[in-house]
């Protein structure tokens, strides 16, 4: 079935409906008591959810969080993340004189891009280090177990190079530690930059404008707002008091523990409806307000996030698609998390 | 007379050819043998004449060498210059992955961006300082009647801020300094910057490319060819041997003395014509292959630029016009120099 949202999250999301439906339809009570929230707003970042979320922590009170999105790997097997990145974006620009100017006029009037290359480079320096006051304070250590599971997951230096069209990664890092840093390190990104005249033609102008936007990757538990306000504060320190910061959008990163029961519950679902040894990460590199996200703001319950679309499921492209056995299979699985999660809950095993 | 070009530069030529055929029409012998030297290519930097000039020197040979090119001044009064600016004008191009990623993998794949920023910095600190080795070793140094001729120009802070608009200038300097500083430093200016994602909705991307370009402003004697070179040295020297650099043209920087007899006649011609001390600046801030360029080129010879258009005649606007008086009273002043560099010449006075 093709079709933008046939995987990502319509067929996701219909799973969990329909395995409600089969305990209905079949006159079962539902395993555990179960409480379904739709975001619209997951591709842009769900900025209207947090604070939904913080006005309805009670009707939300639950004792696991989870959420169905995306689909399997290229290996055909199910992945399972306990986490996901935090984001903080933002616009930054810098004013010279009130329009553009000859060039041969910056010998006594200030370029903005001037300005705004030197402010980044204080930001950044070329070993990779971020200074904003406090920026790796919060980081949440890793623990052994996130790195075992990183190890277990087979990482692929040569594979992921092909992947990403590069030859070698940033300080030469490799393996399993090259596999932590892209989970468990935050970042600082250029996602933008203009100023002046880059198009057809020679013109030695002299900008009055120069903009760049910025991205930081985060990670558990480093507080998106408390770093816009750091930024801020870090550009009036260095002479930018002048330069406007917009906020383009912020997302908290999660990370849930892995050694609980409901982590087991998903796993054990996963090997037994697909016969196969699930694709697990202890967090995921890209941000999102999903599963784990809600989780912590729920105070941190245990939390997990899977998805059912096939392999290469071409997500967001017009010919995204859904295999039908998938979507079966992918009900199965979500009635199998209640069915476990359930007789846990009862002292069961899992 | 309304139209592009009948200022900038077709009323200025005409003036030299109505003044031939003026003495050809009176039966009057030309006071001085006159080589005339048309380029069209003066508005693009006027890429093809150095080596037509290297070819030509022996028909080019000549006592001085004069332009007609632009025209009075705000305060109508003829301008004359007896140098101008350099130039050298690069676009340099850094690479990262094949193609743009999502900018979760900033944390393995380096961003282009970050590195041409990092060589940016290098290459031009905040102080100004620009570190390209030998860069200030060339830089002939302004002379006791260039510092008076600034002193008796009338600069103008607040005049000049308002233009410009500004508030103030780079280092704060001010008065017959910023004027000096205006004509006799180089300058490595961002002309453009582009990388990423800039235009509407929210792209949090690593870019593949980052590419910018530099225009420098160069003074007598800086070679722009030589500095070509050391920067690509000073770029292969910290660790981007593999940025691409384009050559996007050069000119060479000019400057006459000022204490020869031609500048006396030309300053005298306008005076006599004008009925006014004219405008005079030691050199432009602004680059061209003129008069005085030329005047370098064929040993340095004494050499000056002026012209004839009216007050804010638009150069290249739609709207460029001349008024035919200041057309009429320039064939006059070209007449006048030739007359009285003619006179000079017999070993009169002027």
């Given at each position: 079935m093709y079709g933008r949202g046939t995987t990502d999250a319509k067929g996701n999301l219909l799973c969990h409906l329909r395995a409600i439906a089969a305990f209905r339809d079949a006159g079962v009570d539902l395993p555990c008591s179960i409480k379904v929230v739709f975001d619209g707003e997951e591709e842009s970042g769900s900025p209207s959810l947090p604070a939904w979320v913080r006005a309805n922590t009670d009707l939300l009170k639950a004792d696991a969080a989870l959420s169905f999105d995306g689909g399997f790997g290229g290996s055909n097997r199910p992945r399972i993340?306990?986490?996901?990145?935090?984001?903080?974006?933002?616009?930054?620009?810098?004013?010279?004189?009130?329009?553009?100017?000859?060039?041969?006029?910056?010998?006594?009037?200030?370029?903005?891009?001037?300005?705004?290359?030197?402010?980044?480079?204080?930001?950044?320096?070329?070993?990779?280090?971020?200074?904003?006051?406090g920026f790796y304070d919060a980081i949440r250590p890793v623990t052994h177990l996130e790195r075992e599971m990183l190890e277990q997951a087979g990482w692929d230096d040569a594979a992921q190079q092909r992947d990403l069209g590069v030859t070698e990664f940033i300080d030469g890092v490799s393996g399993v530690d090259a596999h932590e840093?892209?989970?468990?390190?935050?970042?600082?990104?250029?996602?933008?930059?203009?100023?002046?005249?880059?198009?057809?033609?020679?013109?030695?102008?002299?900008?009055?404008?120069?903009?760049?936007?910025?991205?930081?990757?985060l990670v558990a538990d480093q507080d998106p707002n408390v770093l816009l306000a750091t930024?801020?504060?870090?550009?009036?320190?260095?002479?930018?008091?002048?330069?406007?910061?917009?906020?383009?959008?912020?997302?908290?990163?999660?990370?849930?523990?892995?050694?609980?029961?409901?982590?087991?519950?998903?796993?054990?679902?996963?090997?037994?409806?697909?016969?196969?040894?699930?694709?697990?990460?202890?967090?995921?590199?890209?941000?999102?307000?999903?599963?784990?996200?809600?989780?912590?703001?729920?105070?941190?319950?245990?939390?997990?996030?899977?998805?059912?679309?096939?392999?290469?499921?071409?997500?967001?492209?017009?010919?995204?698609?859904?295999?039908?056995?998938?979507?079966?299979?992918?009900?199965?699985y979500a009635a199998r998390i209640w069915e476990l999660f359930g007789q846990q809950s009862l002292g069961g095993t899992s």
């Open positions: 993340s306990f986490g996901s990145s935090g984001l903080l974006f933002v616009e930054i620009r810098a004013r010279g004189a009130e329009q553009d100017l000859h060039s041969a006029r910056a010998r006594l009037v200030q370029n903005p891009a001037w300005r705004l290359i030197w402010a980044l480079t204080q930001l950044k320096t070329p070993d990779g280090r971020i200074h904003l006051p840093r892209l989970l468990f390190t935050p970042t600082c990104n250029i996602a933008g930059f203009a100023t002046g005249w880059m198009g057809e033609g020679h013109k030695t102008v002299l900008p009055s404008r120069a903009a760049c936007r910025l991205d930081f990757r930024l801020r504060q870090f550009l009036d320190d260095h002479g930018c008091a002048d330069f406007e910061m917009e906020d383009m959008g912020s997302i908290e990163a999660s990370r849930t523990a892995l050694d609980n029961a409901f982590a087991d519950v998903v796993i054990d679902a996963a090997r037994q409806v697909y016969g196969a040894q699930p694709e697990t990460q202890p967090t995921g590199d890209a941000s999102g307000r999903q599963g784990v996200w809600l989780g912590g703001m729920l105070g941190g319950i245990p939390a997990a996030g899977t998805g059912v679309g096939p392999p290469a499921w071409r997500g967001h492209a017009a010919d995204e698609f859904m295999v039908l056995d998938y979507y079966r299979n992918g009900i199965r």
